[in-house]
């Protein structure tokens, strides 16, 4: 009986620690989505701001390696 005890409090435990693992989960995923678009708007801003005036556009400013 006592081993059907300690099965049972095994498997709870992998159950609440499954599931807190997946809230966590969640949670940096949220944080890291919201970071990324956050610099993609500091990016579009900074773009926006480098951008010549008079119609020209930027030639591609990353390297081609």
């Given amino acids: 009986m006592t081993v059907l005890y300690v099965i049972i409090a095994i498997v709870i435990g ?7 693992s997946n809230l966590r989960t969640a949670q ?17 801003i900074k773009l926006a701001q480098v951008q010549p005036k008079d119609g020209l556009r ?8």
């Fill in 14 to 20: 992998w159950f609440i620690g499954f599931l807190d």
């Fill in 28 to 44: 940096k995923i949220k944080a890291a989505e919201l970071k990324a678009e956050n610099i993609i708007k500091e990016a579009e």
């Fill in 58 to 65: 930027l030639r591609r400013m990353i390297p081609v390696y």
